[in-house]
T-cell receptor, first 113, second 113 residues
Framework: DTAVSQTPKYLVTQMGNDKSIKCEQN?????MYWYKQDSKKFLKIMFS???????INETVPNRFSPKSPDKAHLNLHINSLELGDSAVYFC????????????FGSGTQLSVL | GENVGLHLPTLSVQEGDNSIINCAYS??????FIWYKQESGKGPQFIID?????DKRQGQRVTVLLNKTVKHLSLQIAATQPGDSAVYFC????????????FGTGTQLKVEL
């Protein structure tokens, strides 16, 4: 059983489109995250949610909107996709109080053409 | 701003040798320093962490050393195996700062047979 699963694994789309990435964790964790990894492998946090409440919101364009229907799910919706949004997006989760130990999904490779 | 950086982008070692991956950090207020391993096509995976009040911690075939005087962190892998080939990230977290895990730029470890 996959602990943190995200779909789709690959996403190829045109500029200007709207797309969503879904994430689910079955670890019973309270905190979930979205990270962006660029072409140079640099990982940067975008958002974190604790039990459906937004905790961290880094300097991310308003086109990115996270949604947490329950503590096991954190989806990422992106409006009006731009070329610069091309990256690998990772969902992660952690136990409350153990923010140093993240469990990552396998990533979604987003390519904006 | 504060950042976590690595000295070497690529490290090549012979199978069976020991590997040492280094990291420099600048935020002396961080509570934990962590190492993650990212294999090709996968999400980062937690390896080992060390609290800021410690200078050494050992795991299975891995040792993390923390030198707060020079703000230096290292990961030592004993008897490096082909399966150790991956990108290694150091990271830091200030638990009172919203539990935001900040990653360094990564070092590619290549194990030669």
């Amino acid at each position: 059983d996959t602990a943190v699963s995200q779909t789709p694994k690959y996403l190829v789309t045109q500029m200007g489109n709207d797309k969503s990435i879904k994430c689910e964790q079955n670890l019973g964790h309270d905190t979930m995250y979205w990270y962006k990894q660029d072409s140079k492998k640099f990982l940067k946090i975008m958002f974190s949610y604790n039990n459906k409440e937004l905790i961290i919101n880094e300097t991310v364009p308003n086109r990115f909107s996270p949604k947490s229907p329950d503590k096991a799910h954190l989806n990422l919706h992106i409006n009006s996709l731009e070329l610069g949004d091309s990256a690998v997006y990772f969902c992660a989760s952690s136990q409350l109080g153990q923010g140093e130990k993240l469990f990552f999904g396998s990533g979604t490779q987003l390519s904006v053409l | 701003g504060e950042n976590v950086g690595l000295h070497l982008p690529t490290l090549s070692v012979q199978e069976g040798d020991n590997s040492i991956i280094n990291c420099a950090y600048s935020n002396s207020a961080s509570d934990y320093f962590i190492w993650y391993k990212q294999e090709s096509g996968k999400g980062p995976q937690f390896i080992i962490d060390i609290r800021s009040n410690m200078d050494k911690r050992q795991g299975q075939r891995v040792t993390v050393l923390l030198n707060k005087t020079v703000k230096h962190l290292s990961l030592q892998i004993a008897a490096t195996q082909p399966g150790d080939s991956a990108v290694y990230f150091c990271a830091e977290i200030l638990t009172g700062g919203g539990n935001k895990l900040t990653f360094g730029t990564g070092t590619q470890l290549k194990v030669e047979l």
